[in-house]
């Protein structure tokens, strides 16, 4: 028998009906293709074969496991998958028609290692499902360069499919092992452990839809996404090889991406937040970019990168009181879990 074309992993955590959406979408989506269907039930409090059974809908295979987290549950699918081909989904993500027809084929015909397609939103009834046409996000850039790609691109999990071997391999030979705390951000532990080494990357047609709906995401909380994002920087700065040039172009990639974002960060978060933010931009032992518009580089150039970046920050950021999720306390305790910089 051969392999199937392409398995679709969904990890779940107590999300009920909602993923029949998902799953209708990628039923939609396979025609003229072998898809296998992995959903991993990350310790949901009742379990998803039940839901899945009193819904009526098939897959390939459920794996239930202990309540680990989003990384541990899309390794336990990768481990599972017996596709050529494997795509991560979320279980509110939807897929449009032409996505898995256009990835498996572009891996097939160009030999591509990873290939990813642009994104898109759509609100999503839990009831009915999708309501109105998705609205397209801005397009991705399109790159061929794989340290680009995983860093400077860095799409949502539902845009990539990657080749089964090339994956499993990276993951075997991970720099850093997976930790509960890249949990939020599962995504970019992927990402960061392939970066600094050459692969083949193509950009496909089709949308990846990230579903809106009033049930809780992990996007709900930043700060939660802000220091799981900063704890993969750290480990990924620590054992990023620099010995290639693949790896010192991802690391110089890492220094920028920090900067942008500590320059993002709101008047009046975590000072010790921030200065770690910061040195992984001022202690890369390569040279790496400040980037930002005309003003700021003109400003740069008077008064150095990090001095005008901080002016700008003081004149221009919205207060943390804005937008702020966690209490003092709170954001204090998760910042505790990371290891000493």
């Keep these: 028998m051969s392999l199937p074309d392409l398995s679709v992993i969904i990890p779940v955590y107590n999300r009920g009906e909602l993923i029949r959406h998902t799953l209708n979408s990628v039923h939609a989506a396979s025609a003229d293709l072998h898809v296998e269907i992995i959903v991993v039930d990350d310790g949901s409090t009742l379990p998803v074969a039940d839901d899945l059974s009193r819904l009526g809908i098939e897959v390939s295979r459920v794996i ?10 899309r390794l336990a699918g990768l481990d599972a998958a017996t596709g050529r081909h494997v795509l991560f989904l979320d279980s509110d993500d939807l897929v449009s028609s ?6 498996v084929r572009m891996l097939d015909d160009t030999g591509a290692d990873v290939t990813y397609t642009d994104t898109a939103r759509q609100d999503i009834d839990s009831t009915s ?22 860093i400077k691109v860095q799409p949502g999990p539902h845009s990539p499919a990657f080749r089964t071997t090339y994956l499993r391999a990276r993951v075997a030979a991970a720099l850093f092992p997976p930790s509960p705390r890249y ?3 599962a995504e970019i532990w992927f990402y960061h452990n392939c970066a600094p080494f050459p692969a083949r990357v193509a950009k496909s047609p089709g949308l990846a839809i990230v579903g809106s709906h009033p049930g809780e995401r992990l996007t709900g909380c930043w700060e939660r996404l802000a220091v799981a994002s900063l704890a993969v920087q750290e480990a990924f700065a620590r054992t990023c090889p620099l010995d290639t040039y ?8 890492c220094a920028t991406k920090a900067f942008t974002a500590w320059r993002a960060l709101p008047r009046g978060f975590s000072p010790e937040f921030s200065r770690r933010l910061l040195c992984l931009w001022q202690n890369s032992p390569v040279p790496a970019r400040a980037e930002g518009g005309k003003g700021f580089h003109l400003a740069a150039r008077l008064l ?3 001095a005008a970046a901080k002016l700008h920050h003081q004149v221009f950021a919205q207060p943390y009181a804005s937008c702020r999720t966690l209490s003092d306390a709170e954001f204090a305790q998760l910042l505790s879990t990371l290891p000493p910089a």
Aim: hydrophobic share 30%.
């Design 98 to 103: 032409e996505k898995l027809r256009a990835h």
């Design 183 to 185: 949990n939020p951000v």
């Design 64 to 73: 239930r496991q202990e309540n680990r987290g989003l990384l541990y549950a």
């Design 304 to 306: 150095g990168p990090a």
């Design 129 to 150: 499902g999708p309501t109105g046409a998705p609205t397209p996000n801005s397009p991705l850039t399109d790159t061929t360069d794989a340290a680009g790609f995983f």
């Design 246 to 253: 693949e790896g010192r172009r991802a690391r110089a990639f």
